[in-house]
């Protein structure tokens, strides 16, 4: 096969990587892709955003399988458009890619099935919002409905904070259309864990369940990012607990989206909180994780390859899902300043020496070669170093001896991705 994989940070570089391995892949070319992965996947300087023109790449080229690592060109139709031309793509149309979008239609889409998530109301009238917030007590949640880039949602813990963010929402729009309704929401208590599955239509399989690093801080204190490590699996999710979400969360997700007649083909992500009253989920995404692919696949022994092509031709139940006896862990390097203002074009030194352990991998998030062919960062998440090991120790000592031999101005990362799993 020629496979297309759509974006450029490290997601894109793990599935990159992982399907380079694949008996069934002969060529891999990335869009737009980026400098650190250019000696696995051929870069096609096509835009993200360019549907039309990722279309008629893909046309023009015979790609016989893409698969889309963000959200926005998903919820903005590419899957529609590529099927629409008779193009095999992962990921789900526009309309079920709106479980992600849209916090309200995937709260509408829980109710609707029964999947259990957090007592919620919406809003779309500063006042109504306002009102029904006097009644309230703290903490509570505040999202905006739409992609806000992962800012639009504020655990409040003051009625005042709470106040703030409906207003920034509804009032001074700082979302934009993205603000156009607000949900507020009950504050739930517990671990946080991703459980991502691809889904045919007809079949849901889940993946290792990973565990991501939020905020920017230690002991997940300060503002939250793109996720700054994560770790597979997660023990937090035993295999009981595995079967009440299959039971809960998956069957009845797969079971809404066929009602409704979506055409998914793909990942779908379910952001759960663990509570003492039971699963409950966050939210969808309706793609991979970023950080969590980079400690999902790596563990995948089967064939990346095969197990996509499968779902897009709707025959995941043939496909035997196994997982290497591993955990695997990634810590993500990140831009000083990061995920607030950063500067771009640090020199980076040390990559060699980090990938010299065979069981050490580093995928690019944020940098560039430049004209001298040195290392420059380029975005605020650089860096995701991926290490195995046979247990969580092992895998967190051999990313953070990885982490340790990079170098590069106002670079920082959490100490302690992995430990709120060591008992
Ligand atoms: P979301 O984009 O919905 O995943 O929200 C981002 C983060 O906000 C989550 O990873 C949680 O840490 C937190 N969060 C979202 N909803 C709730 C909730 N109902 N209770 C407590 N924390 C939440
Ligand atoms: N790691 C969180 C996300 O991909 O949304």
């Known amino acids: 096969m020629k496979v297309m994989v759509i974006g450029s940070g490290g997601r894109e570089h793990v599935l990159v990587w992982k399907l380079a391995q694949s008996a069934v892949v002969e060529q891999i070319f990335c869009a737009p892709g980026s400098d650190g992965m250019s000696d696995i996947a051929e870069p096609v300087a096509i835009e993200v955003g360019d549907i039309a023109g990722l279309c008629s790449w893909a046309m023009e080229h015979a790609i016989d399988l893409t698969v889309v690592g963000p959200e926005a060109p998903l919820c903005a139709g590419l899957v529609d458009r590529f099927r629409a031309a008779g193009l095999r793509v992962i990921g789900p149309d526009s309309i079920g890619a709106q479980l992600e979008g849209s916090k309200s239609f995937a709260k509408a889409f829980m109710q609707r099935y029964g999947i259990p998530t957090a007592e919620s ?49 509804l009032e001074t729009r700082r979302f934009g259309e993205a603000g ?20 045919d239509g007809e079949h849901i399989v889940g993946l290792l369940p990973a565990q991501d690093h939020k905020p920017v801080g230690e002991g997940d204190t300060g503002p939250n990012t793109g996720g700054m490590g994560a770790y597979a699996p997660t023990p937090l999710i035993d295999a009981r607990l595995m079967a009440e979400i299959e039971e809960q969360v998956l069957r009845p997700s797969l079971e809404g989206i066929r009602r409704e007649g979506w055409d998914y083909r793909g990942f779908l992500y379910a952001g759960l909180m663990l509570t003492e009253r039971g699963i409950r989920v966050l939210e969808y995404n309706c793609r991979m994780g970023d950080p969590e692919a980079q400690v999902i696949l790596p563990a995948l022994e089967t064939d990346l390859g095969l ?11 043939a496909v035997d899902v196994r997982w290497k006896d591993a955990v695997v862990v990634t810590v993500v390097l990140a831009s000083g300043g990061y995920p607030g203002a950063y500067e771009k074009g640090k020199a980076i030194t040390g990559l060699e020496e980090a990938a010299s352990d065979p069981d050490t991998v580093v995928f690019h998030a944020g940098t560039m070669l430049d004209q001298a062919g040195e290392w420059r960062t380029a975005g605020g998440r ?34 302690d991705i992995g430990d709120k799993a060591l008992p």
Request: with cysteine; hydrophobic share 50%.
């Open 382 to 415: 650089v860096l995701s170093v991926t290490a195995w090991g046979a247990d969580l120790p092992a895998a967190q000592a051999r990313a953070y001896a990885g982490a340790a031999k990079i170098r590069f101005e106002g670079m920082h990362y959490r100490k």
């Open 121 to 169: 109301e919406e809003f779309s009238r500063l006042e109504d919002a306002l009102a029904y917030l006097r009644g309230r007590s703290a903490p509570v949640v505040v999202k905006a409905d739409g992609l806000a880039a992962g800012k639009g949602v504020t655990v409040a813990h003051t009625l005042a904070e709470a106040e703030a963010a409906v207003r920034e929402c």
């Open 307 to 317: 197990l996509l092509a499968a779902c897009h031709d709707r025959t995941l139940d």
């Open 180 to 199: 156009n309704k607000v949900i507020i929401e009950e504050c739930l208590v517990g671990q946080e864990a991703s459980l991502i599955a691809l889904v």
